[in-house]
């Protein structure tokens, strides 16, 4: 066994840094380098303005079943790829009556004549689209393309709705309608925003001190908008992505000047002229920004591990946001602390004269107190972790439809009606495809008509070609019920094989349900190569900065608690419905990108208060004071870090956007039990239970791992 020995400061001083080097070009250009930032912020907004965006969602799951069922469409029955509309009506005495159908064929003439409107079939002209109680039909009424203006949405929404009254009801559903109602967005980032201001100005006691990580972040965050915009034409990049990069960016971005700015502050605390406290901090806590935001990287790209169009994009975008904050954070913000230097030390110097007492005293008492009985603080807190996790065993993967929406919104009225006059699965019936003759697909047809799951079914279309037969499959249960996937399940393995051995035909389940089970599917399959190369990359990070073999050990579990906890607690919520929320399935795709990024930002606190921790033990050669002086120092930034992070993550949960709700409460309540539950009472019981063996790493491998020093001892050559 080989445990590090603890290297004394030395007299003689050390070289510079790259960091450092790189703080002393921002100081010394200080106007050019904030300059170029405004330039290219400027550039890049102009450029993607001018441009536009070509945002794409690619929900394409190659070798599944769902996707099979698209492409035998596209190539035998092409159909066009102009987005629809329903317009849903109701009438408690029937719409039949001569005066409702006066009133809704009015409406649709109008309709008719709306820009960017197609065609518009009349729900009296078809098959299908008036109920048996004669009470609920709807009409579809087709646009002209695709990403229609959502101006152009909300007018046909308006039209139709003003011809509500006197009994009759008028409510809209389909993407279109759901997209142009929640882009006029909420006020989530601007809420995220004024929180973080308020918080770091409690922290600093200074608003100018306060706004330069703030403004750091915006920087960062606002020139990756515009690189994404411009991606977006290279890359298949999907619309959702602008909100969670903006999400993550302002988090990370924030929290990764404050953690340097933090260390700059100390410095100058300490006696240490600026110039020389800003090349101190870019050199010790910069480094571990750097590392950080490297592990972010790696847990991002890690999604390209699981194959699928859909997140491959999103994840080169909020890479790129955290490669632009950590470049914004080494560079825009050392020429900020020139340029505004004399006031905030005259700030800082103030502030800390106004002190009652020595900055960390309370972190020191707290560490104190876990270290007296490590294994009480350590029992309980891996509990209640674990408790939390349990609910993340019952996660149900889907995607979200109407049926999610709040209820008085327009869309969910219309689903909500369809249930009622057509039947709880008409909202989202399964597309069933036969590759065959026609006798294999009445055959199959007879055969889903005796299924007890099934409500109805429409009798096979014969496509042009006459090579495939579609027919609808309409559930008894709604898409978004267990019942719904367990039909899927059970036709695909029982039902169309017995019908297939005999027909010797080919049938294939597709449609929204089928696809979000498919996904589910696929991501779990390969969920186990995520997450080994997520977490053996990290660790292996860990292991060559540390030089420890329990310490990435010991960052991997409680890393892992921690994401399994954040997704009880999205299980909860939005599953299970607490706390009033819609209850439905977790969006299919959440839970993997929570995990890419929580392990990723996890590795922030690990970092900034590893290192800290290793710093004093190199110094002092004192496990237990080494922890102590560790905690005092990161405890108040990371807490003011975290609580940054909670209310820029948790204002998401102002957004109309479910799936943004779900990544807001989900990173937030990472970051919540990462920050105060796992970096400030179970690391600390950890630590002190492992003594000098924390730092144990094998001589086999001591002969092998590079050296990295990520933290230098700057306070011996002040």
Known sequence: MSVQTPAKAQTGGSPPGLLARIAGWAQRHAGPAVALWLLALIAVTAASTLVGSAYKNDTSLPGTDSQRVIEVLDQHQPRGTADSVQIVVADEQGLSRPAAKARVDAMLAKVRALPHVAQVESPYAGQGTLSQDGRTAYATVTLDGTDVDPEAVRAIITEAQAAAGDGLQVELGGDAVREAAESGGGAAE??????????????????????????TALFAVGSTLGLLVLASHVFTVPNYT?????????????????LIFSRYRSELRHGVDRR????????????SVMFAGCTVVIALLGLLALGLGALQGVALGVTLTVLMTMLAAVTLLPALLTLFGKRIERSVLKHAAKARREPGDGWRKLAGVVQRRPWTPLLLGVVALVVLCLPALDMRLGFADAGTDDPAKTTRKAYDLLAKGFGPGFNGPL??????????????????????????????????????????VFPTSAPQDEATSQLVERLRDETLPAVAAQTKATYLVGGSTAAADDFAAAVSSRL??????????????LLVVFRSVLIPLKA???NLLSIGASLGVITLVFQQGWFGAQPGPIEAFVPVMIFAIVFGLSMDYEVFLISRIHEEWRRTGDPIQAVR??????????TAAAAIMIVVFGAFLLSPDRMLQQFGLGLATAVLIDALLIRCVIVPSVLRLLGNRAWWLPRSLERVVPTVALERDHRSEN
Do not use: W
């Open 190 to 215: 601007g809420a995220g925003i004024l929180a973080a201001l308020v918080i770091l100005v409690f922290l600093f006691g200074s608003l100018l001190a306060a706004t330069l990580p703030l403004l």
């Open 242 to 258: 602008a909100p969670v990069m903006m999400l993550v960016g302002l988090g990370v971005g924030i929290d990764y000047a404050l």
């Open 276 to 287: 020389r406290a800003a090349e101190i901090a870019l050199d010790t806590a910069g480094r």
């Open 431 to 472: 597309i069933v495809v036969t590759e065959g003759d026609r006798a294999a697909a009445e055959a199959l047809n007879r055969k889903l008509a005796t299924d007890n799951g099934i409500a109805a079914v429409t009798p096979p279309q014969q496509s042009a070609d006459g090579a495939i037969a579609t027919m609808l």
């Open 528 to 541: 186990p190569i995520f997450v080994l190369v997520v977490v053996g990359l990290s660790a292996l990070l």
């Open 556 to 558: 991997a579990v409680l």
């Open 629 to 638: 002086e560790g905690l005092a120092n990161t405890g108040s930034v990371i």
